[in-house]
Protein backbone atom coordinates (compact mmCIF):
# COMPACT_ATOMS: atom_id res chain seq x y z
CA UNK A 1 0.00 0.00 0.00
CA UNK A 2 0.99 3.49 -0.75
CA UNK A 3 2.10 5.77 1.95
CA UNK A 4 -1.24 7.80 3.11
CA UNK A 5 -1.16 11.28 2.17
CA UNK A 6 -4.04 13.05 3.65
CA UNK A 7 -2.31 15.17 5.91
CA UNK A 8 -0.31 16.26 2.63
CA UNK A 9 -3.68 17.00 1.04
CA UNK A 10 -5.33 18.51 4.35
CA UNK A 11 -1.81 21.29 4.51
CA UNK A 12 -2.78 21.68 0.39
CA UNK A 13 -6.50 22.78 1.36
CA UNK A 14 -5.07 25.01 3.90
CA UNK A 15 -3.03 26.78 1.38
CA UNK A 16 -5.11 26.53 -1.39
CA UNK A 17 -7.62 28.84 1.46
CA UNK A 18 -4.82 31.49 1.05
CA UNK A 19 -4.00 30.86 5.12
CA UNK A 20 -0.36 31.93 5.35
CA UNK A 21 0.48 30.40 9.06
CA UNK A 22 2.18 27.66 9.83
CA UNK A 23 0.31 24.11 9.94
CA UNK A 24 0.95 21.70 13.21
CA UNK A 25 -0.47 18.06 14.17
CA UNK A 26 -0.41 19.47 17.67
CA UNK A 27 -1.21 22.93 19.58
CA UNK A 28 1.58 24.92 19.13
CA UNK A 29 3.45 26.78 22.40
CA UNK A 30 1.96 30.14 21.47
CA UNK A 31 5.37 31.78 22.59
CA UNK A 32 6.65 29.99 19.40
CA UNK A 33 4.10 30.14 16.77
CA UNK A 34 1.97 32.91 17.70
CA UNK A 35 -1.03 32.27 15.06
CA UNK A 36 -1.41 28.63 13.32
CA UNK A 37 -3.51 26.12 12.02
CA UNK A 38 -3.74 23.09 14.30
CA UNK A 39 -5.04 19.99 11.87
CA UNK A 40 -6.06 17.27 15.21
CA UNK A 41 -6.52 13.88 14.22
CA UNK A 42 -9.29 11.62 16.20
CA UNK A 43 -9.30 8.24 17.13
CA UNK A 44 -10.62 6.34 14.06
CA UNK A 45 -13.88 4.09 14.24
CA UNK A 46 -13.56 0.65 13.46
CA UNK A 47 -13.26 0.07 9.92
CA UNK A 48 -14.30 -2.56 7.45
CA UNK A 49 -12.26 -5.12 5.87
CA UNK A 50 -13.69 -6.63 2.52
CA UNK A 51 -12.90 -9.99 0.96
CA UNK A 52 -11.13 -8.26 -1.16
CA UNK A 53 -8.75 -6.72 1.32
CA UNK A 54 -10.38 -3.50 0.21
CA UNK A 55 -10.26 -1.45 3.59
CA UNK A 56 -13.00 1.20 4.29
CA UNK A 57 -11.57 3.71 7.44
CA UNK A 58 -13.47 6.24 9.28
CA UNK A 59 -11.50 9.08 10.38
CA UNK A 60 -11.97 12.13 12.02
CA UNK A 61 -10.20 15.65 11.84
CA UNK A 62 -10.72 19.02 13.79
CA UNK A 63 -9.02 21.65 11.96
CA UNK A 64 -8.17 24.27 14.50
CA UNK A 65 -7.42 28.29 13.39
CA UNK A 66 -5.56 30.07 16.38
CA UNK A 67 -5.26 34.09 15.57
CA UNK A 68 -4.75 37.05 17.53
CA UNK A 69 -7.89 38.73 15.76
CA UNK A 70 -11.23 37.53 16.46
CA UNK A 71 -11.97 37.60 12.57
CA UNK A 72 -8.91 36.43 11.23
CA UNK A 73 -9.39 33.36 12.97
CA UNK A 74 -12.77 33.49 11.47
CA UNK A 75 -12.01 34.02 8.24
CA UNK A 76 -9.50 31.66 8.26
CA UNK A 77 -11.60 28.86 9.34
CA UNK A 78 -14.71 30.06 6.78
CA UNK A 79 -11.86 29.42 4.16
CA UNK A 80 -10.50 26.19 4.86
CA UNK A 81 -14.16 25.14 5.19
CA UNK A 82 -14.66 26.36 1.73
CA UNK A 83 -11.75 25.01 0.42
CA UNK A 84 -12.89 21.69 0.87
CA UNK A 85 -15.88 21.99 -0.22
CA UNK A 86 -14.90 22.98 -3.52
CA UNK A 87 -11.54 21.04 -3.34
CA UNK A 88 -11.34 17.33 -3.26
CA UNK A 89 -9.72 15.42 -0.28
CA UNK A 90 -8.99 12.40 -2.72
CA UNK A 91 -4.92 11.19 -2.59
CA UNK A 92 -2.50 12.91 -4.65
CA UNK A 93 -0.90 9.07 -4.49
CA UNK A 94 -3.43 6.85 -4.58
CA UNK A 95 -3.58 5.41 -1.38
CA UNK A 96 -7.13 6.16 -0.63
CA UNK A 97 -10.48 7.59 -1.81
CA UNK A 98 -12.83 9.17 -0.14
CA UNK A 99 -16.12 7.40 0.21
CA UNK A 100 -18.04 9.85 2.59
CA UNK A 101 -17.00 13.45 3.90
CA UNK A 102 -19.21 15.25 6.84
CA UNK A 103 -18.14 18.49 8.00
CA UNK A 104 -19.35 20.67 10.63
CA UNK A 105 -19.62 24.71 10.37
CA UNK A 106 -17.09 26.46 11.69
CA UNK A 107 -17.46 27.64 15.33
CA UNK A 108 -15.94 29.61 17.63
CA UNK A 109 -13.58 27.97 20.64
CA UNK A 110 -14.68 29.38 24.18
CA UNK A 111 -11.21 29.89 25.40
CA UNK A 112 -8.00 29.26 24.70
CA UNK A 113 -5.33 29.53 27.23
CA UNK A 114 -2.82 31.49 25.30
CA UNK A 115 -5.05 34.53 24.58
CA UNK A 116 -5.63 33.86 21.29
CA UNK A 117 -8.79 33.20 19.24
CA UNK A 118 -9.59 30.31 17.84
CA UNK A 119 -12.10 28.73 15.81
CA UNK A 120 -12.71 25.67 14.64
CA UNK A 121 -14.38 22.98 12.51
CA UNK A 122 -14.68 18.98 12.60
CA UNK A 123 -14.17 16.45 9.57
CA UNK A 124 -15.83 13.01 9.50
CA UNK A 125 -14.60 11.17 6.67
CA UNK A 126 -14.55 7.51 5.35
CA UNK A 127 -11.74 6.43 2.97
CA UNK A 128 -11.51 3.78 1.02
CA UNK A 129 -7.78 2.02 1.11
CA UNK A 130 -7.12 -0.52 -1.77
CA UNK A 131 -5.28 -3.96 -1.27
CA UNK A 132 -1.73 -4.16 -4.08
Known sequence: ME????LSVLK????????DVPVFLS???AQK???CV????????????FYDFEEDAPLRVTVI????????????ASS??????????????GSYEVSGL???????MPWDESGRWVWLFDINLTIERMAN
Open 65 to 76: CRRISELQSMRD
Open 102 to 108: EKGRPRP
Open 38 to 49: VLSFGTPGQGDV
Open 12 to 19: QRVADAGV
Open 33 to 35: AEE
Open 3 to 6: ELDL
Open 27 to 29: LAN
Open 80 to 93: ISESIDFGSLDSDN
